[in-house]
């Protein structure tokens, strides 16, 4: 079946540091990939999203390319500030016709 | 567009006791699932919906738990006997079901703890 690894966190880091968060996949098919967010307290959020291979998602900053060679879907953002201190969910492949389980996620820190 | 809702938002109960939890999607999306998620972890997978029809369930879904969608619109979960490993957040989401790029929208979810 499809599945994810996704780097461990925390992951800590200053403010206006560039952030990468790695996540590679096993698939069949050309599924959908995602990143979502978990701000403290709050539900999980869809960051971003690509639906086909050379596909750039981008969303606040945040970019994630869909590489089918290196079947790989890192996030980026060139930046970081404080608020983007979340968990970062990369999910599993999605191919529209079944529910899969998402990795533990990374937790991001952002330092002032 | 309001968003994927979710009552309660918080539970505590009684170890033995059954609890029931809502969902109710965003409007129009065929697709309802729901995910429990413990500390620290990411949402696993419980059960999930095409309009009224449960399509799959995990194995992590005993025969204490029963979703239900009865008019393919809101869903409900119950845990009956509850144990103390029911503790968790549990999560709500809908999509449209449509096509193979289909995104899942979540609720805020409700966190149960059981004494």
């Known amino acids: 079946g499809n599945s994810v690894t996704q780097m461990e966190g925390p992951v800590t880091l200053s403010e206006e540091a560039f952030l990468t968060i790695n996540c590679t996949y096993t698939?069949?098919?050309?599924?959908?990939l995602f990143w979502y967010v978990q701000y403290p307290g709050e539900g999980l959020q869809l960051l971003l999203k690509a639906t086909k291979a050379d596909d750039k998602g981008s969303n606040k900053g945040f970019e994630a390319t869909y590489r089918k060679e290196t079947t790989s879907f890192h996030l980026e953002k060139g930046s970081v500030q404080v608020s983007d201190s979340a968990v970062y969910f990369c999910a599993p492949p999605w191919a529209g016709r079944r529910a899969l389980t998402f990795g533990s996620g990374t937790r991001l820190q952002v330092q002032p | 567009d309001t968003g994927v809702s979710q009552d309660p938002r918080h539970k505590i109960t009684k170890r033995g006791q059954n609890v029931t939890f809502r969902c109710d999607p965003i409007s129009e999306h065929n697709r309802l699932y729901w995910y429990r998620q413990t500390l620290g972890q990411g949402p696993e997978f419980l059960t999930y919906?095409?309009?009224?029809?449960?399509?799959?369930k995990s194995r992590l879904l005993s025969d204490r738990f029963s979703a239900e969608r009865p008019k393919g619109s809101f869903s409900t979960l119950e845990i009956q006997r509850t144990e103390q490993g029911d503790s968790a957040m549990y999560l709500c989401?809908?999509?449209?079901?449509?096509?193979?790029?289909?995104?899942?929208?979540f609720g805020p979810g409700t966190r149960l703890t059981v004494l």
């Open positions: 698939a069949t098919g050309y599924p959908s």
């Open positions: 919906f095409q309009n009224e029809a449960q399509l799959e």
């Open positions: 989401a809908s999509s449209l079901g449509r096509v193979h790029t289909d995104t899942q929208y």
